[in-house]
Nanobody, 124 residues
Framework: QVQLVESGGGLVQAGGSLRLSCAASGRTFSSYAVGWFRQAPGKEREFVAGVSWGGGRSVYADSVKGRFTISRDNAKNTVYLQMNSLKPEDTAVYYC?????????????????WGQGTQVTVSS
C-alpha cells in the first residue's frame, strides 16, 4: 500500500508562490499518473493538476492553467506542484493521489488512501 504525504503549504499573500511536495512511501508510484486535488471549506474535493507516470504529459484545471506547474521525480518518488500568482480562491487543503492517466482528473474513488493534505491559505 502507498502512503502519501503532502507538504509545503503555508500562508502567503495574493500574488505569492508556494511549492508543494507529495512523497510516496511503502511502494513506488512511478507506474501511476499522479494528481493534485484541493478541498476548500464547504466544497467538494476538486482536481487541480495531473502528470503522467513518465512526466511527459500534464493536465490542469482551467482555474490554475498558466499559474501552476506539476512535475515529478520518480527517483525520489515525489511529485511537486509549483504554484505562482496565487489568489485567495486558491485557499484550500491540497492533496495528492495516484491513478491511471485516464482517471487522473476524477477526484473520487482513488486507489490509494488520501493523506492528511497540506493547508494553503492565500490572503488578499
Amino acid at each position: 500500500q502507498v502512503q502519501l504525504v503532502e507538504s509545503g503549504g503555508g500562508l502567503v499573500q495574493a500574488g505569492g508562490s508556494l511549492r508543494l511536495s507529495c512523497a510516496a512511501s511503502g511502494r513506488t508510484f512511478s507506474s501511476y499518473a499522479v494528481g493534485w486535488f484541493r478541498q476548500a471549506p464547504g466544497k467538494e474535493r476538486e482536481f487541480v493538476a495531473g502528470v503522467s507516470w513518465g512526466g511527459g504529459r500534464s493536465v490542469y484545471a482551467d482555474s490554475v492553467k498558466g499559474r501552476f506547474t506539476i512535475s515529478r521525480d520518480n527517483a525520489k518518488n515525489t511529485v511537486y506542484l509549483q504554484m505562482n500568482s496565487l489568489k485567495p480562491e486558491d485557499t484550500a487543503v491540497y492533496y495528492c493521489n495516484a491513478d491511471s492517466w485516464g482517471r487522473i482528473t476524477i477526484a473520487t474513488m482513488k486507489p490509494f488512501s488520501w493523506g492528511q493534505g497540506t493547508q494553503v491559505t492565500v490572503s488578499s
